[in-house]
């Protein structure tokens, strides 16, 4: 996620700041991290925090706290791929038609990146295939849902848009 995210990143216009990490963080672990930052640092009324997560095998109660700390100011999100961040990136490439387990949705992505460790080839993320990998997220994600994909999906396409539109300002 945190390669994937530096791709975005431009100095000039945005900065994006990722948390990192050795280890998976839980959902929990990873909100104490964002308050921990926003606390040290701080947020100008232009700034956002947003935690972004997989669905891996976390309980609806650790994801539910993730959506209402996300719920509790304007510019705080939360964004959520099921059934894990390789699905987000998979739509760069094609609908995932069939796509349920992290199983196939490393198998399908390996199909278009053989080389896939995770880490991102920057060379592979065009804007054309960003803005397909959102295009692709947001009809999947019809009605949109108004707090994470309970079944194979991605709200990452939610914060993607929100830089994108920040850069052309």
Do not use: M
């Not at 700034?47 to 095998?57: F, Q």
């Not at 914060?159 to 300002?169: C, D, P, R, W």
């Amino acid at each position: 996620e945190q390669e994937y995210f530096q791709l975005l990143n431009d100095e000039s216009i945005i900065h994006i700041k990722c948390l990192r990490n050795r280890t998976n963080l839980t959902p929990k672990d990873a909100l104490l991290r964002v308050r921990a930052y926003i606390s040290k640092e701080g947020l100008k009324k232009t700034d956002e925090a947003w935690v972004v997560v997989d669905k891996d095998s976390w309980e609806e109660e650790h994801l539910a706290a993730l959506h209402s700390w996300a719920q509790s100011r304007s510019n705080y999100g939360f964004t959520l791929s099921n059934p894990k961040f390789e699905y987000w990136l998979l739509l760069h490439f094609e609908d995932a038609k069939g796509v349920v387990t992290s199983e196939q949705c490393s198998k399908k992505l390996t199909k278009h990146l053989p080389d896939y460790n995770k880490h991102v080839d920057a060379r592979k993320f065009t804007n054309e295939r960003i803005k397909a990998a959102t295009d692709r997220a947001k009809k999947r994600d019809n009605p949109p849902c108004t707090d994470w994909p309970r079944k194979t999906g991605t709200t990452v396409y939610k914060l993607v848009e929100k830089i994108i539109e920040s850069g052309k300002k």
